[in-house]
């Protein structure tokens, strides 16, 4: 158990679907990013949102909306997604983004494919 | 902007012997680094970080990084490796640069640990 916990595991749905990703910290962090995650790419930065607010959006294509009603839960909303959209999506969550020097705590991601 | 280079996307080592997975970095303002492990089907697990105390840091899994201002690098090294090291691993840098606060990874290397 990491302190970020990302539900579902797996997820396999078709382009014209709407799903979500679900990640809840218990850190007590106030920070929390979604990473995209591909083979044979770096890892990408998605979002960043401090304190419930979004600070970052790293030029994200609008079929992936992000939610964050707390500082302890995030949700990335999908819907009318490609194939190349499938990835792993890793959450992480950090003590504040402003403070550089704590890592991020990840959980352990979505697999997600897109049919 | 930061960034982040890891040389060789592959390394290949015995057990038992010299781990060295290599990362140079770039950023305007005097970085803090970070070493993470990946295992599959996992998300990241912090292995060490530079934060401007000593410049020789040790982390978990016998796992040490020494950072070289001089050469803009923070390699990772282990004296032994062990069957259980095979992971990829990732080198991150934070740096208040162009107002981008996140870590921004490098691509990963890969390491095999042959019996």
């Known amino acids: 158990e990491t302190g970020v916990t990302q539900t579902p595991r797996h997820l396999v749905m078709g382009m014209t679907n709407k799903k979500s990703l679900k990640c809840e910290q218990h850190?007590?962090?106030?920070?929390m990013y979604w990473y995209k995650q591909s083979a044979k790419k770096p890892l990408e930065l998605m979002f960043v949102?401090?304190?419930?607010?979004?600070?970052e959006n790293n030029s994200v294509p609008s079929r992936f909306s992000p939610e964050c009603p707390n500082s302890s839960h995030l949700f990335l909303h999908l819907h009318t997604l490609q194939p190349e959209d499938s990835a792993l999506y890793l959450c992480a969550s950090s003590q504040r983004d402003l403070d550089r020097k704590y890592g991020y705590t990840f959980g352990s991601g979505t697999r997600l494919t897109v049919v | 902007a930061q960034s982040v280079t890891q040389l060789g996307s592959h390394v290949s080592v015995s057990e038992g012997a010299l781990v060295l997975l290599r990362c140079n970095y770039s950023s305007s303002v005097p970085p803090y680094l970070f070493w993470y492990v990946q295992y599959p089907n996992q998300g990241l697990q912090l292995l060490l970080k530079?934060?401007?105390?000593?410049?020789l840091v040790k982390g978990i899994n016998g796992f040490e990084a020494e950072f070289k201002k001089s050469e803009t690098s923070f390699h990772l090294t282990k004296p032994s490796a062990h069957m259980s090291d095979a992971a990829e691993y990732f080198c991150?840098?934070?740096?208040?640069?162009?107002?981008?606060?996140?870590?921004?990874f490098g691509s990963g290397t890969r390491l095999q640990v042959q019996p």
């Open positions: 949102y401090n304190f419930k607010e979004q600070t």
């Open positions: 530079y934060t401007s105390a000593a410049t």
């Open positions: 991150a840098v934070s740096g208040v640069d162009t107002g981008r606060r996140a870590l921004t």
């Open positions: 850190l007590g962090h106030n920070a």
